[in-house]
């Protein structure tokens, strides 16, 4: 140990014979003088080409290098695609330097005949932002997650979220092709950064966009990842299993294959851990836990798009995938995916809500129970087959099947102001219900002239057929002045289908080449819903379901034929470009119950449709996002028949046939201002929506507490969301670094609510401050301290409703330990508190995860020790209110366990995986 103190001891005080450097100059163009913007200027070292600093140039062409370093003799070097490299060799006898004009010359080489190589840690080629993968270091065995988190402008979050200035990454490619569909989390989370030569980020396109030069997706962003040559044919992967306390266990493995354009890549894995074939800790390295989770009003849950279970609770999962990308004659290329998944889960859950009417107010209490078992297959493919240099065809289809069953035993009452019991209701219900479902997009596009002009055809159909049983054994119970009890037990046979065509064809004219384009476009689409759900009772006599119940029973079709002529107007410059559109909507509602002919709904609409895009770049650090968006959208067919739903005796609902399509504005600008040199980066966003016949629900509780809801068309329904964050690296020196991070984040909507005759309007305000903070030591270790508060406020526009507020704190500590040498050491702590939830919620609690691995058998194996929840304080308790209620909750979690695993990893790409200097080659 004493040791180990003398060598932090040397370490801290060789820093002391740093010293501050600021070396500045101005690039321009050696024939016209004109000044070069988004060159990547950068410093090494002599000695070995070290990395030291790095910046950009202006948009006149200036740039200043900063910095500490402790060498005496630096080598400044400047790379700007289409131009010839400059080398100059400095002394740092003087801490600031002025280099003053440096004309260069264009590259002799032709760019779109020949490979150029250069070594920028920094590239930014039009819309692609390239970074030299050897120039960024990072701790030995380092996956792309964790190469993404030193490089300037990206965020990675502990769940594996990635934002590049600001903007969520939607997907990973490999060499241009997918790798398992659009889930980056596999690609940053198995694929290791001695493989990798450049990261290129762009927009996020469709493979049609990009044959075009049409500018891709503004809110995402799309990462490619380019395989150094020597490194792209062989076999790497990794297999891992563990086992622990409470019958704990995971298990994954995950093998590649790769050889040049072809790629084939087979993964497995499952637990009981509540990750869908993935977990914390050393397994998490090789698929990562879930990024986003969702779940449906029948209780099961989707992670990443793929479902497992029925809820809440601890799930059981299994997971197997594969996914092939190929290269055939040159022209086609073709990926396919597949995913197998299936799962376990049971929960416990309790509900307590305070419902909100004008003239009083009301409590719900629930408690439920349920288990279920999910099985689905997914299989996504590709063809992308360019016959010609302006002739493109795009086919991707998906097919997919999914089967739950489970069951569901609930517990609810309803109870007056004075908490006097007024209704009461038991149930269990089991069902089994599978889906199929088929989609394909087909997209053929024909460029002409070299003006940048083009025809396109995009067509997708999608189809999906869902059956299923479902029983029912209730008893709801009404008291007061005319109670009654009411008993059911019931099978529901259930057939859907839905069907959707759409197509698009749009022609661009030139009207100034590449610059100014006049775009006619018609689309057509056709949406039908047949939904039709036979309940029977339960025959005493016969002892079977045979008494069909046509009360309770739906049989109806829906069809949604909307038709769409647009013109537009798109201008590209240099420094942006902009988008205008405008769409006449013809559109046509139809329904009908064939169970009830009197039933019906034809309507027709017409409607303008309006667009307005646009993206500015001030520099290569600043550019701003703009647009408007009016759309037109449709009622749902349950809100449209005029039935009267009586499923629920306590919650019944008729539609409304005379509804009107809505009418919604959306305005949004984004502005993000990156600085390389400084390593600080700014982003905001403000988003408006505002709504024209905003459907809302209107509802009358009668003095049992019954629900009677029915739908309307109202104005005034607006939101208003935005957020704004920074954060900058300090770097100490070669080694230690410090990075600080501020945001807000708010939220301002006006809701138009219809209770018990009663019209009002509602406020909701949240504002979310955070703060974080990270510290790193390379090769020693890692901390990050980051904290939020939640602020929210709920008031209303009549005086009879009294206004809520509620605070909730949310801390998080990370560390990573890398000494003594093969071990490393993680924590995740997470600090809550809810101090406004209700009386027998938990109010606050710590969550400690931690991880300590061991790295043996040359490197590659890792024995991992993980204990989950530490402090044995997990809770999901959470409180959530609108315009009318506000509800506590908590269900069952997974509790502490302790965990031993085991991991081997293999690798013969090029020379063992050996990492090399690399350099960014362009084509």
């Known amino acids: 140990m004493r040791n180990y103190f003398l060598v932090v001891f040397i370490l801290i005080a060789s820093l002391g014979f740093s010293q501050n450097f600021q070396v500045s100059g101005t690039l321009t163009d050696k024939e016209s003088s004109n000044p070069l913007e988004a060159a990547t200027v950068f410093m ?272 059981n999962s299994r997971i197997l995938g594969s996914s092939y990308a190929d290269v055939i004659e040159k022209k086609t290329d073709i990926s396919a995916d597949y995913f197998y998944s299936s799962s376990n889960s049971y929960s416990d859950s309790k509900t307590q809500r305070e419902n909100i009417l004008p003239d009083r107010s009301y409590f719900t209490e629930s408690n439920s129970s349920t288990n279920s078992d999910t099985d689905s297959h997914n299989v996504n493919l590709g063809f992308d087959i360019k016959v010609d240099s302006t002739f493109l065809i795009n086919i991707k289809p998906n097919i997919s099947y999914s089967k739950l069953s489970g069951h569901r035993e609930t517990d609810a009452a309803s109870l007056d102001e004075n908490k006097l019991l007024t209704n009461s209701s038991s149930l269990f219900n089991s069902n089994e219900i599978s889906t199929r479902q088929f989609k394909n997009q087909l997209d053929l596009t024909k460029k002409y002239g070299a003006g940048g002009g083009f025809f396109k055809v995009n067509f997708t159909n999608e189809w999906n057929a869902t059956t299923g049983e479902d029983y029912l054994l209730s008893t709801k119970q009404i008291f007061g002045d005319n109670p009654f009890e009411e008993n059911r037990n019931q099978f529901t046979n259930v057939e859907k289908k839905y069907s959707n065509y759409y197509t698009r064809l749009t022609y661009r004219l030139p009207l100034l080449p590449k610059k100014l384009f006049w775009e006619l476009s018609y689309t057509y689409g056709f949406k039908q819903t047949m939904n039709a759900e036979s309940v029977f009772d339960f025959n005493e006599v016969s002892q079977n379901y045979t008494l069909f119940n046509s009360l309770l029973s739906t049989d109806y079709t829906f069809k949604d034929i909307r038709s769409t002529p647009l013109a537009s107007l798109v201008l590209n410059t240099e420094k942006g470009w902009v988008n205008l559109g405008a769409g006449y909507v013809f559109r046509k509602l139809q329904g009908e119950d064939a169970l009830r002919p009197e039933l019906k709904v034809d309507n027709n609409f017409e409607a303008w449709e309006l667009y307005m895009r646009g993206n500015f770049k001030f520099s290569s650090k600043a550019q701003i996002y703009t647009g408007y968006v009016l759309r037109n959208e449709a009622p749902a067919i349950e809100q449209l028949l005029p039935n009267t739903n009586v499923a629920d005796p306590l919650n019944i609902i008729t539609g409304n046939p005379n509804l009107k399509p809505t009418n919604n504005h959306s305005f949004y600008l984004n502005y993000n201002n990156y600085d390389f040199q400084k390593g600080s980066g700014f982003y905001a966003y403000v988003n408006v929506d505002a709504s024209e016949n905003a459907v809302v629900a209107t509802t009358n509780v009668d003095a049992n507490n019954i629900r009677n809801t029915t739908y309307a068309n109202v104005n005034g329904k607006y939101s208003i969301r935005g957020s704004a964050s920074t954060n900058r690296k300090h770097s100490l020196d070669s080694l230690r670094s410090i990075k600080t991070g501020i945001g807000v984040y708010g939220n301002f909507s006006q809701d138009v609510n219809f209770n018990n005759g009663l019209e009002y309007k509602s406020h909701n305000f949240t504002l979310t401050p955070n703060a974080n903070l990270s510290f790193s030591w390379q090769k020693l270790f890692d901390i990050r301290v980051y904290y939020s508060l939640g602020i929210s406020k709920n008031s209303f526009e009549s005086n009879i409703f009294e206004d809520r507020n509620y605070l909730n704190h949310s801390v998080k500590l990370s560390t990573s330990l890398y000494v003594p040498k093969n071990f490393e050491w993680k924590n995740e702590i997470d600090f809550d508190y809810n101090p406004d939830i209700a009386p027998g919620f938990q109010k606050s609690a710590w969550f400690w995860n931690s991880t300590l691995a061991y790295s043996l058998l040359k490197e590659q194996g890792t024995l991992t020790l993980k204990v989950y929840d530490l402090l044995n304080q997990n809770t999901n308790a959470r409180r959530t209110f609108s315009e009318n209620f506000i509800q506590d909750n908590q269900s069952t979690v997974l509790r502490q366990y302790f965990m031993l695993s085991f991991s081997y990893k293999f690798n013969t790409l090029g020379s063992k995986g050996e990492t090399g200097r690399g350099s960014i080659y362009f084509d």
């Open 44 to 315: 090494e070292t002599v000695k070995d080409s070290t990395l030291i600093t790095y910046t950009i140039t202006d948009r006149n062409g200036k740039f200043v290098l900063e910095g500490k370093t402790s060498e005496k003799s630096v080598r400044v070097n400047i790379s700007f695609v289409g131009y010839e490299n400059f080398q100059k060799e400095l002394n740092l006898d003087k801490p600031i330097q002025d280099l003053g004009i440096i004309p260069i010359s264009v590259s002799v080489a032709n760019l779109d005949e020949v490979i150029v190589k250069s070594r920028a840690p920094v590239t930014i080629k039009k819309d692609t932002l390239e970074f030299n993968v050897a120039s960024f270091k990072t701790k030995k065995d380092a996956n792309i997650e964790d190469l993404l988190k030193e490089l300037p402008g990206v965020e990675v979050s502990p769940d594996g979220k990635i934002k590049v200035n600001g903007k969520e990454v939607s997907n990973i490619m490999v060499n241009g092709k997918p790798f398992f569909g659009n889930d980056p989390t596999i690609a940053s989370r198995n694929l290791t950064k001695d493989i990798v030569e450049k990261v290129q980020i762009v927009d996020t396109k469709g493979k049609s966009e990009a044959f075009t030069g049409e500018k891709g997706s503004q809110e995402s962003k799309t990462i490619n990842l380019t395989i150094k040559e020597e490194n792209n044919k062989g076999v790497f992967g990794r297999v891992a299993a563990g086992g622990g306390t409470d019958e704990r266990f995971e298990y994954a493995g995950i093998f590649n294959y790769f050889d040049n354009d072809r790629r084939l890549s087979v993964l497995g894995g499952g637990n009981n851990i509540n990750s869908p074939g993935f977990s914390f800790g050393e397994i998490e390295k090789m698929f990562g836990s879930p990024r986003n989770m969702s779940m449906s009003s029948s209780g099961s849950f989707t992670i990443d798009g793929r479902s497992f279970g029925y809820g809440d609770g601890i799930v």
